[in-house]
Nanobody
Framework: QVQLVESGGGLVQAGGSLRLSCAAS????????MSWYRQTPGMQRELVAS???????NYADSVKGRFTISRDNAKNTVSLQMNSLKPEDTAVYYC??????????WGQGTQVTVSS
């Protein structure tokens, strides 16, 4: 029963912070990379941040310096610390896990709303 469960979304005022978490379970093989994506109505799902098992990270230009992705390989969890939030960060945030030779798995998403 492979699953990814996101948590931590909510409503926050501009300039505030939120921490998203994702717990992966049921994976037979080690997860190579974990990522956070976000999506708004009518828009393509976009990559926000990713991290490999070795700790290499990548961030969208729009969140560099504000968001930090981290993971605990032993627990198969990934977090996204979001600081200095802006209204344009409002979206549904999805957790994704990549295992070598398999298509990525997706969580159900968690809503983040940033008010002006």
């Amino acid at each position: 029963q492979v699953q990814l469960v996101e948590s931590g979304g909510g409503l926050v005022q501009a300039g505030g912070s939120l921490r998203l978490s994702c717990a992966a379970s049921g994976f037979r093989f080690s997860i190579n990379a974990m990522s956070w994506y976000r999506q708004t109505p009518g828009m393509q799902r976009e990559l926000v941040a990713s991290i490999t098992r070795g700790g290499n990270t990548n961030y969208a230009d729009s969140v560099k310096g504000r968001f930090t992705i981290s993971r605990d390989n032993a627990k198969n969890t990934v977090s996204l610390q979001m600081n200095s939030l802006k209204p344009e960060d409002t979206a549904v945030y999805y957790c994704s896990a990549q295992v070598l030779y398999f298509p990525p798995y997706w969580g159900q998403g968690t809503q983040v709303t940033v008010s002006s």
